[in-house]
């Protein structure tokens, strides 16, 4: 089929390439004319792991173009995929401009039918504007738009195997046509029937992902309704920490004892410095903002985010109780993406501990195997290390904010010789505690006995 995609980012290009690979033929567009110019020159702007290897696939088989021009590849696809961003306001209100003017463009551009496909996170009815928005922008009235909602539900760091091998494919429609079209176009990677980049070949056997059709209401609901509830479920599992570490009880003794619960489960379950990115915050704000505007009392969101904020604050607290005095402190961050396996520095917590180190005097030595580019843009001040034992040389303390593989394996015997003093405040539990004291360290984390 052929396919267009508006929007290079996370969310469109993960998109864009995996259809590409399924066997569509696909253009991709972006606002952006640098992050264009950098595709079409063979690059990739963000860090998402395997995607080097989908984009070189599409554009070996000449499936995958893109096009600084919004017009062409509006003209170019049948079915057309929207993943522009909506950032919060600061009211909490997800900001739809974006939407709303590739609505515009759409409605201008197409000279045929077209299927108009969410793809970005939006609040619930998004879907009655997006239609009225094509309707009354359309300079030709024989034009007909249908308007779908996919929402997509890919985890940065496995967004290209959380693609290709979906647990749900969601889609909301009005039109039954829209429902098969939409089936046509994941059938490859439903059934399967595709060489996966990933695998280096045929996908290996497995339950197909299920294929739920719904209203475009209960499509756009169902994003908020999860992203919302595993933040709950980090946030639950913070609230935890705190109260074992005051009783002398262990979090993970605890949480693994809980998921053992098939109605529980152990995934999310997770204490430490509290979720971050792009989707978990800006969705909490938009869900609250959106349960007020009719009407209903959403408190339980409002505490889970009230709890991750609280976070960086509780890191702190234990940062100041152990080196007591910051201004001048040489402290080594270790993590700044706000997740492992990702360049994305948006909302991260890292970000925020590196600010209020920063205010307080403290000489920041910042080390993350993908993410310091991103950071020296906003933190230019801290001194960045690709080598983390080079941050942590001469360190007065080590925060460990990020669980990238490289940190859960640093040798510490060796680190601890390096450092000025031997401390460890461990934001993401990585390590045993009984461990680091063997090595002599001062370890301080979350909700374990230390």
Known sequence: MRLSVIGC????LVTGACLAEAGHDVICTDIDGERIAQLQAGGIPIYERHLDQVLAAGRGAKRLSFTPDAGEAIRGGDVIFICVGTPPKESGEADLSAIDHVARQIAREARSPKLVIEKSTVPARTGVELRRALTAYSRNSAIQFRVASNPEFLREGTAVLDFFHPDRVVVGV???ISAAELREIYRPI?????NCPVHEGKCPPGAEGAFLVTTINSAELIKHASNSFLALK???ANVIADICEKIGADVEEVTQAMGLDPRIGTQFLKAGL?????CFPKDIQAFIHLS???????DILKAAERVNKQRIDRILEKVHKALWVMKGKHVAVLGLAFKANTDDIRFAPALEVVRRLLEEGAKVHGSDPEAMPRAKAVFPQVSYHADPYEALQDADAALVCTEWDVFRQIDWERAGKQMARKLVIDGRNLYSPRRMRELGFEYHCFGRME
């Open 9 to 12: 980012g996370y969310v469109g």
């Open 234 to 236: 980090i946030s639950y």
């Open 292 to 298: 007020e505007s009719v009407g209903v009392n959403f």
């Open 190 to 194: 439903l059934e399967r029937k595709f």
């Open 174 to 176: 009005e039109e039954e």
């Open 274 to 278: 509290g979720f971050g990115g792009f």
